[in-house]
């Protein structure tokens, strides 16, 4: 039986071209999750809403099927598309992407679907890239289901103190380094950044190194170790 959702708040996160005419979105939804969705003519000069087919475009999307592919039936705008460029652009496509590869379809993530918009608008209003994105990735984890335990040391369950030097594992978590060798592992990390990190302090540089360092270490985990494309956009530049 098929299966038919109404005017769902939704962003497109990327398209493809499709046959002649047509296209294949992914669309992230306010309730039904990640959708894969065909708009049959929708490359078509004569395709009436067009120019809603793009990412960080907040539109209301109608669409109806069996499988993991749907058929969009009717699109429409309810807000200002978001601008990005740049920078913020190459950031935008790789939050996208992020959500691509780890959400999974028909699962709703209402609280997420926040997230990432207020994210887009963070980003169209010029606010610092790194720490916006990193922001966004211990978000993207925790309402997954794969958020890292800054609380405690994984292997006593003892609070992370902010003197000493920490291991993580993105399986299990931070555990006490006991080797004091600290300069030789691209995994160890100081307590009191940590605790920053936990805190949401992370506007200090090395606050942020630290978040950027623990944070690619969980994401590739997820991504089971395979590169994130779009960070070659953006590598030559800032490094995400």
């Not at 918009?117 to 980003?123: A, E, F, G, P, S």
Request: glycine share 8%; with cysteine; net charge positive.
């Amino acid at each position: 039986m098929k299966r038919k959702i109404n005017l769902q708040p939704a962003f497109i996160l990327h398209r493809y071209p499709f046959q002649n005419t047509s296209l294949i979105l992914d669309f992230f939804t306010l309730n039904y999750g990640r959708q894969r969705v065909i708009v049959k003519g929708g490359r078509a000069s004569r395709f009436k809403s067009r120019s809603l087919l793009q990412p960080f475009q907040p539109v209301l999307a109608s669409f109806s099927g069996r499988g993991e592919l749907k058929t969009l039936i009717e699109i429409e705008s309810y807000a200002a598309s978001i601008k990005l460029q740049g920078e913020y652009l190459f950031s935008g496509l790789y939050i996208n992407e992020l959500l691509i590869r780890l959400l999974e379809g028909d699962i709703e993530h209402d609280l997420l679907f926040q997230i990432y918009r207020d994210t887009l608008l963070l980003l169209q209003s010029g606010s610092d890239i790194e720490p916006t994105l990193r922001e966004f990735e211990l978000e993207l984890l925790s309402n997954l289901g794969y958020g890292i335990n800054l609380e405690s040391d994984c292997s006593n369950g003892k609070p992370i103190d902010a003197k000493e030097w920490y291991e993580f594992y993105a399986q299990s978590g931070f555990t006490i380094n006991r080797s004091k060798n600290e300069s030789q592992r691209t995994n160890i990390f100081l307590g009191a950044h940590i605790i920053a990190l936990r805190n949401r302090e992370i506007e200090k540089r090395t606050v942020l190194r630290t978040a950027k360092r623990v944070l690619r270490l969980a994401l590739a985990e997820q991504l089971g170790g395979k590169p994130i494309n779009s960070r070659n956009l953006f590598s030559k530049s800032r490094g995400l």
